[in-house]
C-alpha cells in the first residue's frame, strides 16, 4: 500500500446502512413501482371486469397519466356558495310522497368503450347556467337511475365476485394533479383493508385500514365491511343513522360547513365513492341525500371522458352526479381555514396539505381478480415491517 | 469483503444481474431484487461523498431513478448492476450537492459533498491530505479513481459507471493516481503547517 492508497482507504470506512434505514429506502422505492407497474400496465383486465352499481358502464382506462402532464383544470370545481335556504333539518327528514322522476332507461354512453383516452389529458369544465330544477329532484333521478341497475343482493355490500376492488381516480390537490390507484379487499375478520394513493401523493401510497377516517364513513366514524353489511337498506331507517352518527354537536345551520347537512352529505359520498355497494344500497343513499337541506344545484359538469353530469353544492363540498346512472362523476372539497383536508391524515410527502382544497374525479372503479405483483408485493412488505398501521382500530360503538 | 461478494449481494432470488436488468422494463417490481441486493453498496458510495445521513435520504432516489432509467440498459460484461447504479447514483448526488451549494460559489464540487467526507477523517492534517491530493483532479478523474479505490470496481467497470470506453478510463486513471500521488509526496516533509494552510484555502473556498 503506498501512500495514496493508505489514504483513501481510511477516507473510505463509512458505516454500514442501518436496516431502519434499508426498510425506509424499500418502502419509497415499492410505492414507485407500484405506481409504474399501474402506468405500465393497460387495461388487460378488460374483458373480464366487473362493473358495479353506478359505475357500470364506464370505460376502463389505461391509466398513463404523469403528474407533469395533467391537464386537470384545477380550482375549476370550486364555486361561490350561493347562500343555501335555511330549513330546518327537520322538515326534511318526513318521507317523501312525490312521485319521482323516471330517468331514461339508457345511460348516455360514456367515454367510447376501448378508445385510448389517456388520464394525463383529464379535463372537465363547468357551465353555472342556473337551473330551476331543486336538488332533490336530480338526486332523486340519479337514485331511480342507480336502482334499476342490475343486482341480486338487497344487503348494502355487493356480494364480492373478485377479491379486490380497484378504483383509479385523478387528484388535483394545492396546484398539483396525479393518477391514484387505490386496491382495497374484505378480510377474513370483515374489517377491510387496502392501499391506495396518498390523497393526491404524488405517487405515494398508504395502507387503508378502517381506521382511516374517509374509510367506509359515517360522519367521523369510520366502519368496518362487517358494519357496512349491518346499514339498512330502507333509507328512512338509514336516515336517522345518518343524522346520528355526526354527533350532536354539529351546526344545523346549513350555512355552515360544519353543519350536520354538509357532514352527511359527506359521508353519503364517502360511502358511495370507496366502496363497491349494491344498487339498492346506493339508491337508499342517494334517496337520503336528496332529502338534505341545503343542496343547491350549481351548474352542468361536462369531462374529456364524455361524461356529463350535474353539479350539486353544500358547505364545503361540490359534486358532480350523472343523473342517468347515479354515477358520482367528481367531488371539490374546499379546504376550511384551520382544518386540514383528507381526514386530516396527510403523509409528509403528500401535496395535499392543511390549506388547499382538493378535487378528485372518479374514474373508474371495479371489482377485478388480482392486484399488480409490486402492489402485492408492497403491501406484504409494508405488513411485515409496519405491522402497527395494518392493526384494525376497535369497532365504532354504535350503530 | 470479498469484491465479488459485495457485487453480487445477498438475495434469495437466484436469477443474475443481467437477467433481471433485461426484464425491468416489462416488470418493475424486479427493481426490489436488485435493492436488496445492491442497496447497500450504493449506500456505501453515496455515505462516502455525501455523508451517511443524507446517504438515506437519497438511496430510494437512486433506486426510483433507475426505474425510468431501466428501459435502456444492459448490465456491465462483468454482469454486475453496480457500475450502472453507481452512474445514476451519481447524478442524483450531482442534484444532491447543487441544492447544497448553488453553482455562483464557484468552488463547487459536484458529486461530492467534502464536509460530510471530512468528518470521518479525524485528523485535521489527514483531511487537508485527502483535499489536497483530490482536488486538482478533474471531477470525472477524481470519480474514476474513487469508483476503483473505494468501491472496488475495475477500470473497466468505472468505465461503463462513467460512460466512457475502458482504454480512456485506464489511462486517465493513471493519470489521476499519478497527479494525486505527485500532490500528496508533495506536502511530505512540508510539516503540519502547509497542510493547515492547505486546508483553509479550501475552507475559504
Known sequence: MNLLDDLLSSAGRVPEITEEGMRRGRLNLDAAIAQASTERRPSQRKAAARWWGGWRGMTVIGATATVAAAAVVAGAMVLPSSPPPKTPPQAAIAPRATAKPKATANPKPTADPGAAVTLSTLSYSIDTTTSSTPAATVLDAAATAIGEQAGTTSEPNVDWSEPYFHTVQVVTCNGGTTTDNGWQTRTDDGVGEGIGGACGGGGGMYPITAGFADFYGLGNQPLTESQVDQLPTDPNKLWPLLEGFDGDSLSSDTANPHSKASTMFQSIWNLITSEPLSPAFSKALLEDAAKIPGVTVEGKYTDSLGRTGTVLHIGIWTMAIDTTTGQVLAMTQNAIPGVPICGGKVPAHSMCQPGGSSTVVYVSAQLVASVPKAVASMIAFSKAHEPKVWQAPPPTPKL | ?205
Open chain 2, 1 to 205: 469483503m470479498g469484491l465479488s461478494a459485495h457485487k453480487q449481494g445477498m438475495t434469495g432470488d437466484q436469477r443474475s444481474d443481467s437477467e433481471l436488468l433485461a426484464r425491468l422494463p416489462r416488470q418493475p417490481e424486479l427493481m426490489g431484487v436488485l435493492y436488496e441486493r445492491h442497496a447497500r453498496a450504493v449506500f456505501r458510495y453515496l455515505a462516502r461523498r455525501a455523508g451517511p445521513a443524507a446517504a438515506e435520504d437519497l438511496l430510494s432516489e437512486v433506486f426510483i431513478a433507475a426505474l425510468s432509467a431501466s428501459s435502456r440498459v444492459s448490465a456491465h460484461d462483468s454482469g454486475s448492476a453496480l457500475p450502472w447504479l453507481y452512474g445514476i447514483a451519481l447524478n442524483v448526488l450531482r442534484k444532491h450537492c447543487r441544492q447544497l451549494r448553488p453553482p455562483h460559489e464557484g468552488a463547487t464540487d459536484p458529486g461530492m459533498d467534502w464536509d460530510a467526507v471530512d468528518d470521518r477523517l479525524d485528523a485535521r492534517a489527514e483531511r487537508g491530505r485527502l483535499w489536497a491530493a483530490l482536488s486538482d483532479l478533474a471531477d470525472s478523474d477524481r470519480e474514476l479513481l474513487l469508483l476503483v479505490a473505494w468501491e472496488g470496481l475495475t477500470p473497466a467497470e468505472a468505465a461503463a459507471a462513467l460512460d466512457i470506453s475502458p482504454t480512456a478510463a485506464r489511462s486517465r486513471l493513471h493519470r489521476a493516481r499519478t497527479r494525486a500521488m505527485r500532490a500528496l509526496q508533495g506536502l511530505r516533509g512540508s510539516g503540519p503547517d502547509v497542510v493547515t494552510t492547505l486546508y483553509a484555502r479550501r475552507e475559504a473556498s
